[in-house]
């Protein structure tokens, strides 16, 4: 059946049809860390006496962020800090959160917890009880940056890491193409580049890790990590395209780095062609940085009757 | 032959006979391998291992749409 390709070792954890590797646990954690510190390096993520924000769920994709983060922090490099949002869904993101909270106590990274609840007055659970919502992840997507932005810069964080990884970036590309949504497609990329001073720049520090490995990562390092199924959670056209990309990747087993390589080369292109550099004001309402009157978020309050 | 299967809370006591692969298993639940981790007795395990007479299997979702 196979051992190790770097060390011999005859419990091989996993076979990378991609590469031809076959990886033992500790060359398979090893080799995630060097892959992933790589991409800081290539992206220029950070530098020496950034603070980073980790936007912690308590998911395998931010609890990995997090662990490989702390390296830097043991050499001194960054600080660390991490928040945590509560949703407010009843049975689902309580363990998240305690799974965010033990995380961060065990590294002795500063932490918060900060609900929909207390920043919107209404939480996931109420805002899905109205008639005509917009869809939830709609309202956690627009809600989360809120919290994200304004902890960032409570912190005094200098970059923001979210636990983005190769599915995510690959299902966005394609969907966005797919849809010939030029606008978000442009706005793809490793690092959110925005010309205002009022956004923390965010990092995706997994963006070259398939999901399963770092769900894989996670396990072989014996980290805790929350795992369950938003109960929200619905048929959307990110899961068609995302089945569609692990169907392929069964017989194209590289289909997904090549979808991020070839859209990296283009993103300069599209971004000189199709990127708008929107005047920022403050939202009237929350002084949010927002090129409305009003955020999205305040927006959607709006709607609410919040 | 027999082994156990643990998925989530749910143990199960499963018969075989003759070879069984992860690969097969995960195919015959219709699981995707794509969203699961394999263990074999505790340990993380590559989808052509075979299981034995004995063996604890579990799987491991990892991967959660939404
Ligand atoms: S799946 Fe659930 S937690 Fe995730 S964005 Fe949608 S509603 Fe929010
Ligand atoms: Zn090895
Ligand atoms: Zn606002």
Redesign the pocket.
């Known amino acids: 059946m196979g051992s190790c390709t770097k060390c011999g070792n005859p419990n091989v954890i996993i076979k990378r049809k991609a590469s031809g590797q076959a990886l033992c646990k500790d060359c398979f954690i090893e080799s995630i860390e060097k892959k992933v510190k790589q991409t800081i390096k290539k992206e220029n993520f950070i530098e020496k006496g950034d603070k980073v924000l980790v936007a912690l769920s308590g998911g395998k994709d931010s609890v990995v962020t997090l662990e490989i983060l702390n390296s830097y922090v043991k050499r001194h490099i960054i600080e660390l800090c991490a928040v945590t949002i509560d949703e407010g869904i009843a049975g689902y993101r309580e363990e998240g959160v305690e799974i965010a909270k033990a995380h961060a106590d065990r590294l002795g990274i500063p932490h918060k917890v900060v609900s929909f609840k207390e920043s919107f007055g209404i939480d996931l659970d109420e805002i899905m009880k109205n008639e005509n919502h917009r869809g939830s992840c709609t309202y956690c997507g627009v809600f989360r940056r809120?919290i994200i932005n304004r902890a960032a810069r409570e912190f005094g964080a200098t970059k923001i890491a979210t636990g983005h990884n190769l599915d995510d970036e690959t299902q966005a590309i394609l969907m966005n193409y797919l849809e010939g949504n030029t606008e978000n497609l442009a706005k793809i990329g490793p690092k959110t580049e925005s010309n205002s001073e009022l956004f923390t720049v965010k990092i995706k520090p997994l963006r070259e890790i398939p999901e399963k490995e770092i769900g894989l990562y996670a396990l072989a390092k014996g980290l805790d990590i929350h795992l369950a199924g938003c109960p929200y959670a619905q048929e959307s056209f990110r899961m068609e395209i995302s089945n569609i990309l692990n169907e392929l990747v069964k017989e194209h087993p590289t289909i997904k780095y090549s979808t991020l390589r070839g859209f990296d080369k283009i993103r300069p292109a599209i971004r000189s062609e199709m990127a708008h550099d929107y005047e920022f004001d403050r939202?009237e309402?929350?002084?949010?940085p927002?090129s409305n009157r009003?955020?999205r978020?305040?927006t959607f309050l709006e709607e609410l009757g919040k | 032959m027999s082994f156990t299967l643990k998925i989530k809370d749910k143990v199960e006591k499963r018969e075989i006979d003759g070879d069984l692969t992860i690969k097969d298993l995960l195919d015959d639940l219709d699981l995707s391998s794509e969203t699961m981790v394999s263990k074999k007795n505790g340990e993380i395990v590559i989808e052509e291992e075979t299981i034995e007479d004995g063996d604890e299997i579990e799987f491991i979702q990892i991967i959660y749409g939404g």
């Open positions: 809120w939202c309402r929350c002084g949010e927002s009003l955020c978020a305040c």
